[in-house]
């Protein structure tokens, strides 16, 4: 298996400012409450937490000694958010690290007070989670693995690149995630540029993704591009073995999906950002405002590659692809 290579991170706007956050100052010596919320199971989730941990470690957290964590996970279950949110805004955590926009969403309606960190998020600008990269404002800050839509673009250009006799192409959509139709556009945009029609189908949950892979095969889809998306990412085994079921091309967001059999994916290290969250947290809980700090954008994607799947769908990647992959799964 090949190596993930380093990804670079920038500060949207200069280095991140520490000022006083004086209705969430705490006084030496405190035990730090964190709130962690998710979508996934733990087990799904656990790479990531990991890496967040981690991060925690390396700046002189250790859980149980400074820190407590009161981890939430929804196990796949994206209307137990809220509640979720809300019982961790009762016990008056310190901070709040989520990932993934609709969990965000469901943060934000739950506290306009509580600092929030988004280890990472999808245009969080347009989905309006924070007023600019560079001046958050509010109680929002974190990362963004998109900052732009047009990163949806490039995926189905990559594929294309693969599959050049895809004429039509399944995109795979949860209409309940924020920035969900701006995401859709970015990629029928690119479609027409490309020649390629799109066959839109939607996925709420586990429990519609047979049937959805069945509409993909009535609808003689060539190939497919999964959108980003929680539910999407946590249930990534279930979904790459309907893509090999139905013998479908696939891309994805995030290399995870590629070590789990996924075709191919193009996108920001997701545990890299979920181990730059910590920083955030420990700039808060250092009394810094939320708000005041901008909100770290991915400058550099990576391309995975899995030789195995490409050889199982009798798929050949181009030459050209191969020599600019950062990881190479064989």
Do not use: C
Not at 53 to 81: H, K, M, P, T
Not at 204 to 218: I, K, N, P, Y
Not at 239 to 247: D, F, G, H, P
């Amino acid at each position: 298996m090949g190596m993930i290579g380093r990804r670079t991170f920038l500060f949207a706007s200069g280095a991140l400012l520490v000022a006083p956050f004086s209705t969430r100052a705490q006084p030496r010596g405190k035990t730090y409450r964190i709130g962690y919320l998710q979508t996934a199971t733990p087990d799904e989730q656990a790479p990531l937490t990991n890496a967040f941990d981690d991060g925690l470690r390396e700046l002189g957290y250790v859980e149980g000694r400074n820190i407590v964590i009161e981890r939430r996970f929804a196990w796949g279950s994206q209307e137990r958010l809220p509640e979720l949110a809300a019982e961790l805004v009762r016990m008056d955590v310190d901070v709040i690290v989520t990932g993934a926009n609709i969990v965000i969403a469901a943060v934000k309606r739950a506290t306009s007070t509580i600092p929030v960190v988004m280890a990472t998020s999808r245009d969080p600008v347009g989905s309006g989670f924070v007023a600019s990269l560079a001046r958050p404002g509010g109680n929002i800050t974190g990362l963004t693995g998109d900052p732009t839509p047009e990163v949806q673009s490039k995926r189905l250009e990559l594929l294309k690149e693969t599959v050049p006799g895809a004429s039509r192409v399944a995109l795979l959509v949860n209409p309940l995630a924020p920035a969900a139709q701006t995401y859709r556009n970015a990629v029928e945009s690119a479609a027409g540029k490309l020649g390629v029609s799109l066959l839109i189908v939607e996925a709420r949950g586990r429990s519609e993704f047979e049937d959805a892979f069945a509409t993909m095969a009535r609808g003689r889809a060539d190939a497919l591009v999964v959108l980003p998306d929680p539910v999407f990412f946590t249930a990534r085994v279930q979904i790459v073995e309907l893509a090999k079921k139905y013998r479908l091309p696939a891309v994805y967001h995030a290399a995870e999906v590629v070590e789990a059999g996924g075709l191919m994916s193009y996108g920001a290290s997701l545990a890299d950002q979920f181990r730059r969250a910590a920083a955030y947290v420990d700039k808060i809980l250092k009394g810094a405002r939320p708000g005041d700090l901008p909100v770290e954008q991915a400058t550099k994607f990576e391309l995975a590659v899995n030789l195995r799947t490409a050889k199982a769908l009798g798929v050949v990647f181009p030459k050209d692809l191969l020599r600019r992959a950062d990881q190479v799964i064989e």
